[in-house]
């Protein structure tokens, strides 16, 4: 390691806040698949900034739309109309077969947005699932599963409960009178890609018709073409009532959207200072308009069959649809160290190495990851 990435990564510890565990890479820049360092090491990223960058880094259409954006227009808060902001809440609407939209600054705050609107009434409890991930605000982590992330900051939001993951009996079960929503991921991405089984989706829309409760998606990772399809639950044709997006929305640009028909919100009951602005509402349209131009989704589709193939010929133990790829390995972190010194950036969950490449990668890119994955010592044996 250098002596000027050192010093940043001093630096950080220093005058940051202990809340992440980074990889020792200081990024200095990034344009379509790769990345480069402090010090001019070229990298190929297979996570895109935990899925948020699908149309590739500093993707030209998204830098021009938010160039000319920035001389116009950056800020006005909510008091006031602005173009962008319409035009991206009627595209989400007309390509999500959703009625409203109300922004968010990323996913965390979309399902914060979705917890509120549910609990509007007299019902209170909404049902997640086990190993669902959502977010760490307070509400978002009554909802997280994983208990060193709720342990610390216990007692949470009062009427959330967990249910088993692919368990359409488990969540019957779990509803009561006072249940208003369940809550679920279509794929969980954060614990490893985690996939129910095909008609999942189906009967837990048929169960909250058959009980009058709202079915919530939460599409943070997924939406956008990630798994082939623009959003996930269009792979079991069906409409959910409330969808949560974020990470790809934006195309690098932050911020976040929460989706929803047949429910809304009466003025005064939710807000933000800095949602919808329209700088990231413009960085959203091009992202958005760039996804499903250039038909990223099937790329996707196309692309991880290819890597889930050749992973597959390597007698290793993967699972995924479209570029959301789980692979379990003896060492995930070690295999993430070694790609490191490869020239390829990937992340992991427990041992569960995690792919989430931009949706613009080839079978080029691919060959080369796979090559590099050939020469992990860590994953033989």
């Not at 021009?64 to 009627?90: F, R």
Request: some cysteine; charged content about 25%.
């Amino acid at each position: 390691m250098s002596a000027k990435a050192k010093d940043i990564i001093e630096k950080e510890a220093k005058f940051y806040t202990h809340t992440f565990s980074r990889l020792p890479v200081v990024i200095e820049k990034g344009s379509g698949m790769y990345l480069w360092d402090v010090d001019g090491t070229k990298y190929l990223d297979m996570f895109a900034g935990i899925g948020v960058n699908s149309v590739g880094h500093c993707n030209k259409e998204v830098v021009k739309a938010i160039k000319k954006q920035s001389e116009i227009l950056m800020h006005t808060s909510n008091w006031l109309y602005t173009i962008p902001q319409v035009v991206l809440a009627e595209k989400l609407a007309k390509i999500s077969g959703m009625e409203k939209v109300f922004f968010t600054n990323d996913g965390t705050e979309a399902v914060e947005a979705a917890i509120k609107l549910v609990r509007r009434g007299k019902k209170k409890e909404i049902i997640a699932m086990e190993h669902d991930f959502h977010g760490r605000t307070l509400g978002s982590l009554s909802l997280t599963w994983k208990e060193n992330f709720r342990k610390p900051f216990e007692p949470l939001v009062p009427y959330m409960k967990f249910a088993k993951y692919n368990d359409i009996g488990a969540l019957k079960n779990a509803i009561t009178e006072n249940t208003c929503a369940v809550l679920l991921e279509p794929i969980q991405s954060e614990s490893g890609t985690i996939i129910p089984d095909k008609g999942y989706l189906k009967a837990v829309r048929k169960l909250c018709d058959e009980k009058k409760i709202y079915m919530l998606v939460d599409e943070v990772a997924l939406g956008f073409g990630r798994t082939g399809k623009l959003f996930c639950f269009q792979h079991e044709n069906i409409m959910p009532d409330v969808i949560c997006v974020a990470k790809a929305m934006g195309g690098g640009f932050p911020i976040g959207a929460m989706l929803c028909r047949g429910i809304d919100f009466n003025p005064g009951e939710h807000g933000g200072t800095y949602i919808g602005n329209p700088l990231a509402c413009v960085a959203a349209n091009a992202a958005i308009d760039y996804i499903i131009n250039n038909n990223l989704p099937e790329n996707a589709r196309i692309i991880g069959e290819y890597l889930l193939k050749n992973l597959k010929e390597r007698n290793l133990k993967v699972r995924g649809r479209g570029l959301l790829i789980g692979i379990d390995v003896r060492d995930a972190k070690g295999a993430v160290m070694e790609l490191i010194e490869k020239g390829i950036l990937a992340i992991y969950t427990g041992n569960t190495l995690r792919l989430l490449p931009p949706l613009i990668i080839t079978k080029k890119e691919c060959d080369k990851f796979l090559g590099a994955m050939d020469k992990c010592k860590c994953l033989k044996g």
